[in-house]
């Protein structure tokens, strides 16, 4: 009880100074964008040629494909379609398990595209960046039976990616290629605040006909929360569905739960 008080407090203050627009990130925020992006622009992937005014709409699923499954759905009922970028090394999923992998396939279902999301630092070769950009692409085309045919970095800073302006590498778009990156006006909400721009009036004001507009999942919840707490809400719920998952196979199985 002390934490939600706590939690409330925090929110009033953040409400008051509007530093940070901690209380745009929930989901009834996130369909006003949709619905006001509707309006003046196209939803399109990122292989498009229009040159009707037009959004790339990029996720990076960094930490939550439930999350992920959410805004899916949402878009789906607004009638448009994003691009989901997934990892193959991230520390808070795993695509090969069954409740992810399905929740994946749903996103698909909808008609979204998906996308690699590639950890450069995880293997911080690039002489090797090609090879590795295609082993991921052709293992992720073979979970899910889809086209991937373009890439973003992960945290390009760790280890200098956004010196990469390549176009395309590996037969994949480069999302943070030159030439996206020459032609689309950039905003972001990454680590959970708008980080050059905020979204909403970037969209109110109708001032760029090209947007490359970049949201993560794991921000947008149904109640407002500090970046943090969406994390350790995260980390928390994967943690006490895995022992659900230990608990239903012994009792599956007839065997003892001990301890």
Not at 36 to 42: D, F, G, M
Not at 98 to 107: A, G
Not at 198 to 224: C, F, I, M, S
Request: contains cysteine.
């Amino acid at each position: 009880n002390l934490l939600i008080i706590q939690n409330e407090f925090d929110l009033m203050k953040e409400k008051s100074s509007n530093r940070h627009n901690i209380l745009d990130f929930t989901e009834k925020h996130y369909r006003y964008l949709i619905k006001t992006a509707k309006k003046n622009y196209l939803f399109e992937p990122f292989t498009t040629k229009i040159k009707s005014p037009h959004i790339l709409w990029r996720h990076d699923v960094d930490f939550s494909i439930h999350r992920a499954s959410s805004l899916a759905k949402i878009e789906n009922e607004l009638g448009v379609k994003a691009t989901y970028f997934l990892k193959l090394h991230s520390e808070f999923y795993n695509l090969f398990e069954k409740s992810i992998f399905e929740k994946v396939l749903k996103i698909i279902e909808f008609g979204h595209n998906i996308g690699l999301h590639f950890e450069h630092h995880f293997y911080n070769n690039k002489k090797r960046l090609e090879e590795n950009l295609r082993f991921e692409r052709k293992i992720l085309e073979k979970i899910f039976s889809v086209k991937v045919k373009v890439f973003s970095f992960d945290s390009p800073t760790l280890s200098n990616a956004l010196d990469i302006s390549d176009n395309k590498i590996s037969s994949m778009i480069n999302a943070y290629g030159k030439g996206i990156k020459n032609n689309y006006h950039y905003c972001t909400d990454s680590n959970g605040y708008w980080r050059f721009e905020r979204l909403a009036d970037v969209l109110e004001n109708r001032e760029y006909p090209y947007l490359h507009v970049l949201t993560h999942p794991g921000w947008w919840q149904k109640n407002p929360m500090k970046p943090r707490q969406r994390v350790e809400r995260c980390v928390k719920h994967r943690g006490l569905e895995t022992l659900k998952t230990y608990d239903k196979i012994l009792k599956k199985t007839g065997r003892k739960n001990i301890g």
